[in-house]
């Protein structure tokens, strides 16, 4: 196996800003916006854009977690070592306008289990998904709105998102070879 890093702790930094830049664009500010980071690398995402959105617009986006893991659709496969966290939503959810926060978009069946999920906490007027990273390799009809990079990979591949609040740094790798 081999391991390349695709983008360096700056690299991430200047494409979280960006994608708060367009979060704001896109709503036309910040009200009635929510992000929801998905566990476990989706919510210190979630939370360095909203940092990044406080320090430019001045305003509190709140930021809440949220676990798929008895939504996902592989349950049956997985069984029992399926590790649960937390949820956490920070306010009522009906009528806002939800950002939904992962770090890897791959096949897209983790984001089909997060809308299932995000549903039970209310009806939002709009979600939204933001990714550090697509893939590529849909098995599902989701796409991003807010994307820091496109990688190109094969199925083989693996993407690796480090985050200093979880791995003790920041880097995106691509590990070619066995994959997952």
Do not use: W
């Amino acid at each position: 196996m081999t391991e390349t890093t695709i983008m360096s702790s700056e690299d991430m930094r200047r494409a979280i800003m960006r994608i708060a830049h367009e979060i704001v664009e896109n709503n036309r500010g910040c009200q009635d916006l929510v992000f929801i980071g998905m566990q476990t690398r989706g919510v210190p995402l979630a939370e360095r854009i909203a940092r990044g959105i406080a320090e430019f617009e001045g305003e509190t986006v709140p930021v809440g977690a949220l676990d798929i893991g008895l939504y996902r659709d592989d349950l049956p496969d997985v069984g029992l070592s399926i590790e649960i966290k937390p949820s956490d939503i920070p306010t009522d959810i009906a009528g806002k306008r939800v950002v939904l926060v992962d770090d890897v978009l791959y096949t897209g069946r983790s984001i089909r289990a997060a809308l299932d999920a995000l549903i039970d906490y209310g009806r939002p007027e709009r979600i939204q998904l933001a990714v550090l990273v697509d893939r590529g390799h849909r098995e599902l009809p989701i796409r991003a709105d807010y994307v820091g990079k496109n990688i190109p990979t094969s199925r083989r591949d693996d993407v690796e998102v480090r985050l200093q609040e979880t791995d003790g740094g920041d880097g995106v790798v691509l590990i070619t070879g066995e994959g997952r």
